[in-house]
Structure formats: structure tokens, C-alpha cells
């Protein structure tokens, strides 16, 4: 039975991920945007400063809603935006997925601060980049009152996991593949 139940969730989440294309986009260019403007808007009642670290920085990529669901295999997978100075400038993916101890479902948002130019570049030419191989994603946790860790301030890209609903344990942006979505 066991077998059963995770070779139905593996499918459920194979199908997600396969009708979720880049040429398959589920979310229009409208809905994304109003999506990472309410998810920004949560992230400055959030975090402390929020509103400054993300005007400081050269880019932010925003996932409003990111799925993730397992039982020993699991899978995620959000769409978001780009935004460089306040204004979409692309949109892209999110997939990961992954084998070992893992039982349940969440939906979380993730904000990814680009604080250099070369590594928003580097972001920007690769056909697909991947955290933790092509560059190291500092995961910030928030303090009291939302503060920030300011060491991890002096990281190139630093990154932020919030507004998680569901059980799942994992908190870790690790071997997550960002891919642009053509249009």
C-alpha cells in the first residue's frame, strides 16, 4: 500500500512538473505580477528593512507560490518574476525534486536578492541555473520582529523562505533549478 501511495504521489508530481512547461505557462504574465507584488507586500510587514535590502538590490526574483510535496520522493515547483529597479523584466521557474526522509506538502514563497551586478548577470546568461552548483544562495532566517542576520548581508545572493503553510520538513533553497519561461 505504501508503495502504492508514493508511486501516486511521484506521478501526481511528474504530471505537475510536466504540464508545467515553460511553453505550458499556467500563470499568465498578469497573474504572476500581481502575485509578487502581494508577496512583496508581505515580505515588508514581515521583515524588518525588507523594503530597503530589496531596493538596494540589483535584482529580485520573486516565487509567490511554490508547491512542494513528498512521500520519500517529492517534488516542487513555483513560477515567478524577475525584477530589476521595481519592473518585470522576465519571467521564470522553479522545480526541484528530491529522495530521502520527507512525508507531506507545503506551499511557501521564495524572494532571491541578487546584491551584485556580476551575479545577476551570471543569473541572467545561464539557460538554467542551479542553487547551490552554479552559485550559493545565503538562506537567511529572520530574528525577533523580523530582523535579519546583517552578516549574511555581505553574501552575493541571499535568499528568503516565508509564509510557509503546510507540514513538510526541509528548509533549504539546495539543488533548486531556476529556468526562464519563454514566451
Not at 505537475?16 to 498578469?30: H, K, Q, W
Not at 502581494?38 to 525588507?50: I, P, Q, R, S
Amino acid at each position: 500500500m505504501k508503495k502504492k501511495l508514493s508511486s501516486l504521489v511521484l506521478g501526481l508530481i511528474l504530471g505537475l512538473l510536466i504540464t508545467n512547461t515553460p511553453e505550458a505557462l499556467a500563470a499568465s504574465a498578469r497573474e504572476i505580477d500581481a502575485s509578487v507584488q502581494t508577496t512583496l507586500e508581505k515580505f515588508y510587514a514581515e521583515v524588518k528593512d525588507g523594503s530597503k535590502i530589496i531596493h538596494e538590490a540589483k535584482g529580485v526574483l520573486v516565487f509567490p507560490h511554490v508547491f512542494k510535496a513528498g512521500i520519500g520522493i517529492g517534488g516542487e515547483y513555483g513560477e515567478g518574476a524577475l525584477l530589476i529597479n521595481g519592473r518585470t523584466v522576465d519571467y521564470y521557474n522553479t522545480a526541484a525534486a528530491s529522495i530521502g526522509f520527507q512525508l507531506g506538502a507545503q506551499k511557501k514563497s521564495i524572494i532571491i536578492l541578487f546584491l551584485q551586478s556580476n551575479a545577476l548577470r551570471r543569473f541572467q546568461s545561464s539557460e538554467g541555473w542551479k542553487a547551490g552548483v552554479d552559485a550559493s544562495v545565503a538562506v537567511v532566517t529572520l530574528g525577533a520582529g523580523g530582523a535579519i542576520d546583517s552578516a549574511k548581508l555581505r553574501e552575493p545572493i541571499i535568499g528568503f523562505i516565508f509564509d510557509q503553510k503546510g507540514l513538510m520538513y526541509n528548509l533549504t533553497l539546495e539543488g533548486t533549478k531556476f529556468t526562464k519561461i519563454k514566451k
